[in-house]
């Protein structure tokens, strides 16, 4: 019987090491978690910021904006998607 004061179970292991052989695990599972999602992140597609604001710029010349009048002149009401909705004296039930 060791005299290091340890409780013993059934298996004959004290309760102490197993407690660290447990702990060790979690940790070393959990490492191999943040392992994997580091590795899935660094294999992620990456862009550059310079072509991702060229890209943004190119969009926002390109695509016409109804919120700023003041670029893309007056809207027609009929391509207004922000006009309000006409109504023919009926309700409208969403």
């Given at each position: ?5 340890y409780?013993?179970?059934a ?25 994997l999602?580091l ?10 910021v ?8 190119a ?6 904006d ?12 009929r ?16």
């Amino acid at each position: 019987m060791p005299s290091s004061g340890y409780e013993l179970r059934a298996g004959g292991e004290p309760v102490q090491r197993n407690k660290k052989q447990s702990m060790a695990d979690l940790k070393l599972r959990r490492l191999t978690e943040l392992n994997l999602r580091l590795r899935e992140d660094l294999d992620r597609p990456r862009v550059r910021v310079s072509d991702a604001a060229d890209s943004l710029v190119a969009y926002t010349k390109q695509t016409k904006d109804f919120m700023v009048p003041s670029v893309w002149g007056p809207v027609d009401k009929r391509e207004d998607p922000y006009a309000p909705p006409k109504n023919n004296g009926c309700c409208v039930v969403m």
